[in-house]
């Protein structure tokens, strides 16, 4: 009975030795687990910052967007506007230079007459 007790003893010493090394394994994987958790914990809570700025970027934005769009109309309106000023002035010019030259025929014929 003496060999089966000492292979019996080897047997729960190699054991003891085993599972001691699956807990060691473990507490290191705990470890590692605990320092991804940290990062991921850094990782949502940046991304938590990042979506406020983004949002308050966007809402900026969208601000600028508009007064850029009131601009465009307010730009192409004052173009029309002031093209059709240019249009009557023309037309005006036009009409004076003709009645100047009317208005020179008559008073160089009644002057010279």
Do not use: C, P
């Not at 394994?25 to 590692?32: I, N, P, T, W």
């Not at 240019?86 to 005006?92: A, F, N, P």
């Amino acid at each position: 009975m003496g060999e089966s007790s000492t292979a019996m003893m080897s047997t729960n010493s190699e054991l003891v030795t085993h599972i001691d090394s699956m807990k060691e394994k473990r507490s290191e994987l705990d470890r590692f687990i605990q320092k991804e958790e940290e990062e991921k914990a850094r990782i949502v809570n940046d991304l938590r910052i990042l979506n406020e700025r983004l949002a308050r970027v966007d809402e900026g934005l969208a601000r600028k967007y508009a007064a850029r769009q009131e601009y465009d109309k307010t730009i192409a309106e004052t173009e029309n506007a002031f093209s059709k000023i240019i249009d009557s002035s023309r037309t005006l010019l036009h009409v004076l230079k003709r009645e100047s030259t009317t208005l020179s025929k008559k008073h160089v014929s009644d002057n010279w007459s």
